[in-house]
Each structure stands twice: as structure tokens, then as C-alpha cells.
């Protein structure tokens, strides 16, 4: 029987991605973050969020909250319109493994994606695209090695993860 845990996106995080739908007056990106400073003053700051669910099995999942901050901000002129759009992306983790002397393994995918003897199982908010009036977009989300965040700006690459995930707004 397979154990499965949920850590999605919380209400707070949800509240804070919607603050991303007004216009833009700057953003500030580094590795571990992405900073957003809309020209109504609100700033919010997506990252990755970890939880051990149990030993040795790790569950990551997009985060956002409004915070104060003084970043070096960027212009963000593609998204200063106001108008963006955002969409959040479920995702899936699991084990599989762990008896007798055998490596356990975690994976990370989309949701369904998980073979028939996955041990454990987690529902996971994976990314978030905020796409822009002007066809711009950037895609936010959980990166491949544990701990790490990834924002992609290149079109062709939000195109085929969208597209991966069956999104066809």
C-alpha cells in the first residue's frame, strides 16, 4: 500500500501569487529566488519550500509571501502592463525501493507519472508561469537536484513544460 502525503501550495502563497497579476515595477532574480516589486509597492518573494515527510523522503514545493525587502531591482518592462497572468502546476514525488538491502530512489514528476509499486507518494505545487500581456513569461519552479529553484524565461522551454503538463490556456 503506498503512503501519500500532500504538500501543496498554502492559501498564504496563493494570495501572494495573485499580487503578481498587477503591474511591475522591478524584479530581482538570484538562484535561490525571485523578488517582484509591483509600482503598487507590494513585493513578493517565490522559493522553494522543503518538508521530510518521513526519513529520507523529501517533499519541495513552490512558495510565495509578501515580504519587505530593498533589492536591486531590475525593470521589468513585459510585465509592467499589469494584466499577467498565473498559473500554478501540480507535481508529483515519489519513492520507490527501500526493502531488503535495496537503495531507495525518489523521483519527481507530474502528477500520475508514479509507477504502480511507488512506496510513497507526494502531491507537490511543482511551479508557477506568470505569463505577461505581452507574451513574455517566466516559469518558476521546483528544480531538478533536491534544494534548488529554477526561473526560466526562455518561451520555447515554458512552451514544452506547459504542454508537458496538458495546460493548453
Known sequence: MTRAYSYQATETTIEALRQLRAPWQGV???????????????????????????????????????????????????????????????????????????????FSGKPGQQPDDAEILGATTEAVVVAASTGTGLLLRVGIKPGTFECISDRHAIAAYVSERGYTG
Not at 509600482?39 to 509578501?66: H, Y
Not at 520507490?96 to 531507495?104: N, R
Open 28 to 106: 530581482h532574480i538570484t538562484e535561490r529566488a525571485v523578488t517582484v516589486l509591483t509600482t503598487e509597492g507590494i513585493t513578493v518573494r517565490i522559493t522553494v519550500e522543503e518538508s521530510e515527510a518521513e526519513p529520507d523522503f523529501v517533499l519541495s514545493r513552490i512558495c510565495a509571501a509578501v515580504v519587505l525587502t530593498s533589492e536591486p531591482w531590475t525593470p521589468a518592462e513585459d510585465f509592467a502592463t499589469g494584466r499577467n497572468d498565473i498559473v500554478l502546476f501540480a507535481g508529483a514525488t515519489w519513492s520507490v525501493g527501500g526493502g531488503d538491502a535495496e537503495q531507495v530512489v525518489q
